[in-house]
């Protein structure tokens, strides 16, 4: 008897299924077993989910056919009714397209549907109409070489830019506005901030500076560090000018020795860290370093804010003019004086209230100094409030 051999036939079938199966996950589109059940499965999923696809689609048209129907003063029941009754076939999709882009053609349509339901209330026959729909008038396009023409004439009128090579770039690079294709507009975008986004320029500055502020900017602005306890009545002066002017300082109180309260401070990224023991209490001054671990040297408190002030960020012209405008008065030359003098003490002749004092506090008493402009003068007006609560 001889041998019956099957296996090409069987070969075929499964590299025919194994081609269905191509793109499924794991062994499904390798072994012929899981890909023949993947398959069954699939070809399962997709007989069930076309009909209920239908079904959804079936449901959205009839959504649409009951909302024309509704403004046309008829339900969608008595709508298929009259249209059954009067021997018309409707395609729901049709009918549903219809309604959104020819609501004349559909208003045609219930009529039909009404007269039909009369009839059949009567007890009639009843027979269609002819119905004579206007099409609208379409629109005609202009033909393809005059759109082109129209395009090149576009393009010749275009604005272009051409950037030169630089350090970035080793290449020229050319810009070109591109044509607004048809039934588009350019979009215009204005954008007036001046960050765009305080949080995000925040996290740009953060970056950029990797935590070293500079000195303007910076919420660790000073740190002063002492050598003993022995000084702590001179560097509280120190402390207090530079708190009424508005610096940001951190005076280190901890037991811990000089080197550590300067690595401290470092650590930290103080701009700037004052050192105080016996020989700067003596010569009036402070002993200035750097974050960095730069000694730049004694400076006197008079220098020091000399320093200060060539670390702030440059006025504008426009702040400039508008703070003319303001204090252009006959008491601006006192307040100009009276500012000068108090740079470097807390009242005009020292660290105590004077007659002298008394008598420019009662002329600029009901006077409206800005802290912005004069901070000196604002600071003093304020502690001679408390000294003198009885004017």
């Known amino acids: 008897m001889t041998r019956v ?10 590299k025919k299924i194994l081609k269905e ?44 056919i009951n909302a024309a129907c509704r403004e046309n003063e008829i339900s969608y029941s008595r709508f298929i009714e009259g249209l059954n009754y009067a021997g018309v076939e409707i395609n729901r999709k049709m009918a549903s397209e219809i309604a959104i882009n020819d609501p004349k053609a559909f208003t045609e349509m ?23 729909v206007e099409k609208p008038a379409k629109k005609e396009e202009p033909k393809k070489e005059e759109k082109k023409e129209n395009i090149d004439e576009k393009k010749t009128n275009l604005p272009k830019e051409l950037y030169p090579k630089d350090e970035w770039d080793d290449e020229e690079f ?11 507009k350019r979009p215009c975008i204005v954008h007036r901030a001046i960050l765009g ?8 500055l953060i970056e950029h500076f990797a935590g070293k502020w500079p000195f ?44 550590k309260k300067i ?34 040297g004694k400076y006197s408190m008079y220098k020091i804010f000399e320093l200060f002030k060539t670390l702030e960020p440059k006025i504008s012209d426009e702040e400039k003019e ?34 002298e004092d008394e008598d420019l506090y009662k002329q600029l008493e009901n006077e409206n100094i800005l802290r912005e402009e004069f901070p000196n003068l604002y600071k003093w007006k304020l502690l001679m409030k408390k000294n003198l609560p009885s004017s």
């Open 322 to 355: 508008l703070k003319e405008k303001i204090y252009k008065s006959e008491k601006n030359d006192l307040i100009v004086d009276a500012e000068n003098k108090l740079t470097y003490n807390l009242y005009l002749t020292g660290d105590e209230v004077s007659k």
């Open 197 to 204: 986004s305080v949080e995000r320029f925040a996290a740009i």
């Open 174 to 184: 050319t810009w070109e506005e591109n044509v607004v294709k048809p039934g588009f």
């Open 216 to 259: 303007w900017i910076n919420p660790k602005q000073i740190s002063i560090c002492t050598v003993n306890d022995e000084v702590n009545d001179y560097t509280d002066k120190v402390y207090t000018q530079l708190k009424l002017k508005g610096y940001q300082v951190e005076w280190d109180k901890s037991p811990a020795t000089l080197q």
């Open 110 to 132: 219930v009529k039909v549907a009404k007269e039909a339901l009369d009839a059949k209330k009567a007890g009639k026959e009843y027979k269609v109409k002819e119905v004579k």
């Open 263 to 296: 690595r401290n401070s470092q650590l930290a990224q103080f701009n700037y860290i004052f050192v105080i023991g016996k020989d700067e209490v003596k010569d009036q001054c402070v002993d200035v370093r750097t974050r960095e671990g730069e000694r730049i």
């Open 5 to 14: 051999r099957n296996g090409v036939v069987t070969k075929q079938r499964h």
């Open 21 to 64: 199966a191509r793109g499924y996950f794991g062994s499904k589109h390798r072994e012929f077993k899981s890909a023949k059940e993947q398959l069954m499965h699939a070809g399962q999923y997709a007989y069930r989910d076309r009909r209920q696809k239908k079904r959804e689609f079936r449901k959205l048209w009839i959504v649409r």
